[in-house]
């Protein structure tokens, strides 16, 4: 372990020898900050570790099965560790580099002790300017091949001369502390793979960049095998090396004499692969590595708009890139802003597997697990140098859209339970003055979006209101009754007297507010449960005049116009906002409506809260929602607005869901997909519709429920409701032309 020293990094080897072929070997393996384990010269983990940590001090740990990889006889184990050594918007730094196991095989411990060979890796070293930006912990990679220290991860290695490893304690002493189990799977590690432009690549460098094309933006590691003379400096950066105008990451190799390779293993995410060697090397193969989060994407949506079509697929590619240690963008700060998280957690129900769905979970309990002694909740965390609080995003984050929204699709009660009580200290922190209205909170930033024209009194009170319903829900679950009643009385006083002090007759303005009228507010009065139905339409108004929100906050706003039942147009809007992202180029979704210069915050072309039009395509075109915690009873209403057809399909807690429409002038075709153990109610529309079959026998006509069916509870205005069981159902509602309203 080294203190005060930082991007250092060391390798471990040791030698165990087994009388058999074990049944059962696991290893429990923690470090600051990343690692790669080696059995017998075979890669069995590739980027272990997450950044630090589950709580401002401690530390996770992963758990790695081993039983395939070792042998009977001598076995090596052989572990390169890079340690940081320094905070970031994403990583709290222990302070000493470290390196802990403990492996359980057929019951005999080994454990990490001074038997154990370890030094410094006296190849890798330290680049030039630039260096990643402030917000980054980890660094560029630079590794000069003529200090390498040859097969050191193979089993014939000779390792005499190197020195026992220093032994500081066992866990939970420092760096470590407490060892916390990963709660996320390691990473999906494809092979090596050729770019996209292989036959366009040359056989000998001529001194100038070398672009290969990747086949979207996805994270991945670079790979170069090479003949060169020794001393030759090749530089590998990704088209994003820039991304949100300041610098990420690059590696940098300095050659050996002769045939060589090289794979720089910490992630690079990017369309292109850019890399620039000196005149005359001989370029046997450049390939890449993807890494990923380990889930399958099972959602899909196709409808009969190729636009949003598109746009549905890159808000997948948005978020894919997103997911790693922490929901959080790739390159400028790889940090977990819930704010974004809160959108993004949708994009991950709706189209990953189940195993996605413990990022979430990891989300959730990071921010209530590093909430301040004061109460204040603040992300992004894990963080070494951040602690500033945003409130709104807070706000957002621990209310309808956040964590409730995971309670909602997972049905998972633990998660909320130990949630509760960070959710109710940061409510305290949260008062009403004498209007009934919120008192202003600036918290450590006072930022409400990206973007001008905030009505920031309209947009707060709203987004407090949300969060009281919420807690008021979670008091219900863990029976806290006193705090039931006084989130109620909060939420009273709020809805008393928000129309009285902001409505104006045609849209919501706070007193002194000069700037256009705000979009953001008037979505969250909408889908908070504040603005009255009839106001819907003078709000509609507002949102065809109104362009303020950044992505962030746009999602929001269509969501609200869903909400109001006028899915045309939501829709029209949404095509007028993503129009520019849709057609260009890029694979993936910018932080704001332009890249560079012209985006917020630096300009991100990679930014998981633009994603928002994926659920919102998913939970009210298609019309699937949870009625019931984790799907136990769901609901399916189409909202068509101008789309033929359209189709969804996702992986719920309960299995596959599926809800497909398709118009003609006869009427309408719905069909679902209700899986095992879940109940489905099908929200048909009642407009001109004179009767309803169900997979092919009459169940409503001329407003009466025929054939057993009768009116289930859930049922809305402008709805025919049925209750159906787990199967597969198609429901035709048949139009009466004469009284049809075009």
């Known amino acids: 372990m080294l203190k005060n020293d930082i991007n250092v990094w060391q390798v471990f080897r040791k030698e165990i020898d087994l009388p058999d072929r074990p049944q059962c070997a696991v290893a429990r393996i923690a470090v600051d900050s990343k690692y790669w384990l080696w059995i017998n010269g075979k890669m069995v983990v590739y980027e272990g570790g997450l950044k630090r940590g589950p709580d401002p001090k401690n530390t996770y740990f992963d758990v790695v099965d081993l039983s395939r990889h070792l042998k009977k006889g001598k076995n090596t184990i052989a572990v390169l560790a890079w340690y940081w050594g320094k905070d970031g918007f994403s990583h709290k730094n222990s302070g000493v580099a470290g390196f802990v196991a403990d492996f359980d095989i057929d019951g005999k411990k080994i454990g990490t002790d001074d038997a154990w060979k370890a030094m410094r890796h006296t190849a890798y070293g330290n680049t030039g300017a630039p260096h990643p930006n402030y917000r980054l912990s980890d660094d560029n990679i630079h590794f000069d091949a003529r200090n390498d220290i040859g097969p050191w991860i193979s089993s014939g290695y000779d390792d005499s001369k190197w020195p026992n490893a220093i032994v500081y304690g066992k866990p939970p002493v420092a760096p470590w502390h407490q060892l916390v189990e990963r709660p996320i799977p390691l990473w999906k590690v494809s092979p090596l793979r050729r770019y996209e432009n292989l036959k366009g690549i040359p056989k000998v ?274 029976g806290d009754q006193v705090a039931i009643s006084k989130y109620q009385n909060m939420m009273k006083s709020i809805d008393d007297n928000y129309d009285r002090v902001f409505w104006t007759g045609t849209s919501y303005r706070s007193e002194g507010f000069k700037g256009l009228t705000d979009d953001r507010g008037h979505a969250w009065a909408v889908i908070s449960g504040l603005a009255k139905q009839q106001y819907y339409p003078a709000i509609k108004k507002v949102f065809e005049t109104s362009f303020n929100s950044s992505p962030y906050m746009e999602k929001y706003v269509m969501e609200s116009l869903f909400k109001m039942n006028y899915p045309d147009a939501a829709l029209t809007r949404m095509k007028q906002r993503y129009q520019k992202m849709v057609e260009s180029p890029l694979t993936t979704l910018w932080e704001g409506w332009g890249v560079g210069k012209e985006g917020y915050g630096g300009g991100s072309y990679n930014h998981g809260w633009s994603g928002g ?130």
């Open 613 to 742: 039009p994926l659920t919102l395509l998913m939970e009210y075109v298609c019309g699937i929602s949870p009625l019931e915690p984790g799907f136990v009873k769901f609901q399916v209403s189409p909202q068509p607005g101008h789309l033929v057809n359209a189709s969804a399909s996702f992986e719920s807690v309960k299995g596959t869901i599926r809800s497909s429409f398709e118009r003609s002038s006869e009427g309408i075709q719905v069909k679902v997909t209700v899986p095992a153990s879940s109940n489905a109610v099908v929200l048909m529309p009642s407009q001109a519709v004179k009767r309803i079959k169900i997979n092919g026998t009459l169940a409503w006509e001329n407003g009466n429920y025929l054939n057993g069916h009768k009116k289930p509870s859930e049922v809305v205005e402008s709805r025919i409701g049925f209750e159906v069981a787990a199967g597969e159902w198609k429901f035709i509602a048949e139009v009466d032309h004469l009284n049809r309203r075009e």
């Open 205 to 478: 460098s001529k001194g100038e960049s070398i672009v290969a094309k990747l086949p979207l933006n996805i994270t991945i590691s670079p790979y170069l095998k090479i003949k060169a003379p020794a001393g030759l400096v090749i530089d590998m950066r990704t088209d994003n090396y820039n991304g949100g105008s300041e610098f990420n990451y690059r590696a940098e190799y300095v050659t050996k004499e002769g045939v060589q390779e090289f794979e720089s293993l910490a992630y690079l995410n990017g369309h292109e692969m850019i890399y620039t060697m000196p005149k005359g090397v001989e370029i046997l193969e450049l390939a890449y590595r993807e890494t990923k989060y380990d889930t399958e994407f099972v959602g899909s949506f196709q409808s009969s708009d190729p636009f949003l079509d598109r746009l549905w697929l890159k808000c997948r590619n948005t978020m894919n890139v997103n997911m790693r240690d922490a929901i959080q963008d790739p390159d400028r700060e790889r940090a977990q802003w819930w704010g974004d998280a809160a959108i993004v957690q949708g994009e991950i129900l709706h189209s990953c597997d189940v195993k996605a769905h413990a990022l979430i979970k990891k989300a959730i309990d990071n921010l209530v697990d590093w909430q301040k002694d004061d109460g204040v909740l603040y992300s992004p965390v894990p963080a070494g140098s951040w602690d500033r609080e945003l409130p709104g995003q807070m706000l957002a984050s621990i209310g309808r859209y956040g964590f409730w929204y995971y309670y909602r699709y997972t049905g998972d009660m633990a998660t909320i339970k130990h949630a509760y009580p960070a959710v109710k200290r940061y409510l305290d922190l949260w008062k009403l003055g004498p209007d009934g209205l919120l008192v202003h909170r600036p918290g450590g930033w006072d930022w409400g979006d990206w973007g001008d024209n905030i009505d920031r009194p309209v947009l707060d009170n709203a987004l407090l209101y949300q969060a009281l319903g919420t807690a008021v829900d979670m008091a219900k679950i863990v």
